[in-house]
């Protein structure tokens, strides 16, 4: 496998985690901006799962969805909160 030159890489364990870690954090943070710029409340359980979020796919998912959503239930698995 090749890499552009000057990408680094983390080569351990304990870094390649938390190198996901920063992102699945990154995007759920993307997530709670997008829905706080449009004006769309959240219930405390709603932010508090969006914040927690450990997978990257799902934050994706939700973060394509704050745009277009009418309120935080139009997110995938977040109506019940």
Do not use: Q
Not at 3 to 23: D, H, I, Q
Not at 32 to 53: F, M
Not at 58 to 68: F, K, N, P
């Amino acid at each position: 496998m090749s890499y552009p030159t000057g990408t680094l890489l983390p080569r351990s364990k304990f870094a390649r985690e938390n190198v996901a870690k920063g992102k699945v954090e990154g995007v759920a943070e993307s997530v709670l901006r997008v829905l706080d710029r449009r004006g769309i409340e959240l219930t405390p359980a709603a932010r508090e799962h969006i914040a927690a979020c450990e997978d990257v796919e799902i934050a994706r998912t939700w973060l394509d969805e704050a745009v277009t959503a009418a309120n935080y239930t139009d997110l995938t698995g977040l109506d019940a909160l």
